[in-house]
Nanobody
């Protein structure tokens, strides 16, 4: 089994920055693709960013392109989401996800493991 634990969420002003981290533990040898999703109350979980095992291939939700950057450190078994120029609409719970496959899926159904989520609140 794989456990994912997110950290780094919190309260920030509009235009500010936060860096989310997601540390994996357990049977991490099977992990390949990792991703970030987010979910607002009453809404479906939304894809934010995904990264391949090598880190060379990434994909982003259009509304975060140029503002968010996903990266990973395989030695530390950690994936990051650097969020810059935050907007009020970025206020949601962010979830880390991991998959055993190489496919960079943008739907929640493609992921085997999930973290518990971390709240990001962007205020004026």
């Amino acid at each position: 089994q794989v456990q994912l634990v997110e950290s780094g969420g919190g309260l920030v002003q509009i235009g500010g920055s936060l860096r989310l981290s997601c540390a994996a533990s357990g049977r991490t040898g099977s992990i390949n693709t990792m991703a970030w999703f987010r979910q607002a109350p009453g809404k479906e979980r939304e894809f934010v960013a995904v990264i391949s095992y090598s880190g060379f291939t990434t994909n982003y939700l259009n509304s975060v392109k140029g503002r968010f950057t996903i990266s990973r450190d395989n030695a530390k078994k950690t994936v990051y989401l650097q969020m810059n120029r935050l907007r009020a609409e970025d206020t949601v719970v962010y979830f880390c996800a991991a998959s055993d496959t190489t496919q960079l899926r943008t739907t929640p159904h493609g992921y085997d493991y999930w973290g518990q989520g971390t709240q990001v609140t962007v205020s004026s």
